[in-house]
């Protein structure tokens, strides 16, 4: 909706400066500058209300030469595959914006092997009411389906994922914006 899309067009403006007129790199420290701009512009805007708006993203920042990622996420966890298997590093459970306990984002740090495949994603995707029951997907159906599609070459996920989706949705109205990024290491 309309505040959403507020939101996101005011996160984005202010991702571009943190990152590209201030140079941060480290993303704990990016998602703290961000909470800190949305809630100041928010509260600029509020007219004397709290503004309960906030927003989950996940940031990483990764070192190709040495195979390491650096992350932080508000309320956005992610996955990396290795061997079969999910390893979900977890996001802390807070959003960009006003929060009961607000406290400075968490950095993790991942050594990343050959082959790992990585994957960060908005809800959307396990949100998404369909199937055969209705239900939403819900976070292990999305960890299942990406377990399945392991085989196939991360090139071709983007296809696999998008037909899952719509398969999934059936008739029903998309629920909300759906982002999936995958890599492989090399």
């Given amino acids: 909706g309309i505040p959403g899309a507020f939101l996101s067009m005011l996160g984005i403006s202010s991702l571009n400066e943190i990152v590209n007129q201030q140079g941060y790199t480290r993303p704990d420290t990016i998602l703290n500058l961000l909470r800190d701009s949305i809630i100041n512009t ?4 509020s007219e004397n209300h709290i503004v309960q708006d906030g927003m989950n993203i996940s940031i990483c920042v990764l070192d190709l030469k040495n195979s390491k990622l650096e ?8 996955y990396i595959i290795r061997n079969q298997s999910i390893i979900k590093i977890e996001a802390d459970r807070m959003p960009i914006g006003l929060h009961v306990v607000d406290k400075p984002f968490t ?8 082959k790992d ?14 199937g055969e029951e209705n239900k939403k997907l819900k976070r292990n159906g999305f960890k299942d389906l990406l377990i399945s599609i392991q085989k196939k070459p991360i090139l071709k996920h983007h296809i696999l994922l ?11 109205e ?11 290491v090399e």
């Fill in 107 to 114: 950095l993790h740090h991942i050594q990343l092997e050959p």
């Fill in 42 to 45: 928010l509260s600029k805007n």
């Fill in 117 to 130: 495949r990585v994957y960060l994603f908005t809800d959307g995707y396990s949100d998404q009411i369909g």
């Fill in 174 to 184: 998309q629920t909300d914006d759906v982002t999936v990024i995958g890599f492989e």
């Fill in 162 to 172: 998008e037909t899952y989706f719509y398969k999934w949705k059936r008739n029903f």
């Fill in 71 to 78: 992350y932080a996420g508000a309320y956005n966890p992610f």
